[in-house]
């Protein structure tokens, strides 16, 4: 389980993203929508860790393999 520091930052993220969501227009959530479904390849609601290095690559990013806690 995490610990407070953890939790209250998820929470915060959480709350930032709450907000940010709210001022979005429909045309700008259908656009996120599309693109989102671009890099979904398998099409179940979700991007895999191999998606998300594929759509990181596709932003001009370069992900490793190794996963920092």
């Known amino acids: ?7 209250r930052t998820l929470q915060a993220i959480f709350h930032e993203s709450e907000q940010v969501i709210r001022q979005l ?3 700008e959530i259908d656009e996120f929508k599309e693109a989102f479904l671009l890099f979904d390849k398998d099409g179940n609601g979700t ?9 990181m690559r596709a932003l001009g990013q370069n992900p490793t393999e190794q996963v920092n806690y």
């Not at 389980?1 to 939790?7: A, F, K, L, Y």
Request: hydrophobic share 30%.
């Open 47 to 55: 991007i895999s860790t191999k998606e998300l290095g594929i759509a």
């Open 1 to 7: 389980m995490g610990t407070t520091v953890q939790t």
């Open 25 to 27: 227009t429909e045309q």
